[in-house]
């Protein structure tokens, strides 16, 4: 999804959850335990989407600060030129990060 709006000359945008206690973000811009953060080329240095976190170093009023949020808490990615993207669903269901959770049941589910 970051590819695609790259590659279209748009700007990524992420939405994250900060309530988890591993989210290094700079706290004067979370709102509602949320932060929106553009992560485009020209935004970011050393961007990493890895698969346990998005990570990257920006400039914040003129501070570098590096940025850790684990892959659980990105709500979404989206343009912001035409608000495109991909929502994730927030689910209560997911183990902690702890440890993998225990379950007979396979956990899939319909995703729109």
Same mark, same amino acid.
């Given at each position: 999804m970051y590819d695609w709006i790259v590659d279209n000359q748009m700007t990524p945008h992420i939405l994250a959850s900060t309530d988890h !206690? #591993? @989210? #290094? @973000?700079p706290s004067e811009f979370v709102e509602d335990d949320k932060i /929106?953060?553009? /992560?485009g080329p020209m935004a970011v240095q050393s961007l990493d989407l890895g698969q346990d976190a998005v990570c990257f &170093?920006?400039?914040?009023s003129g501070t570098s600060i590096h940025?850790? /949020? %684990?892959? !659980? $808490? @990105? $709500?979404a990615i989206y343009a912001r030129e035409n608000g495109q993207g991909m929502m994730f669903p927030e689910d209560d269901d997911l183990p902690p990060?702890?440890? %993998?959770?225990?379950? &007979?049941?396979p956990h899939l589910r319909t995703v729109k």
């Amino acid at each position: 999804m970051y590819d695609w709006i790259v590659d279209n000359q748009m700007t990524p945008h992420i939405l994250a959850s900060t309530d988890h !206690e #591993q @989210v #290094q @973000v700079p706290s004067e811009f979370v709102e509602d335990d949320k932060i /929106i953060l553009n /992560i485009g080329p020209m935004a970011v240095q050393s961007l990493d989407l890895g698969q346990d976190a998005v990570c990257f &170093d920006a400039r914040f009023s003129g501070t570098s600060i590096h940025v850790t /949020i %684990p892959v !659980e $808490c @990105v $709500c979404a990615i989206y343009a912001r030129e035409n608000g495109q993207g991909m929502m994730f669903p927030e689910d209560d269901d997911l183990p902690p990060a702890t440890g %993998p959770a225990k379950s &007979d049941r396979p956990h899939l589910r319909t995703v729109k």
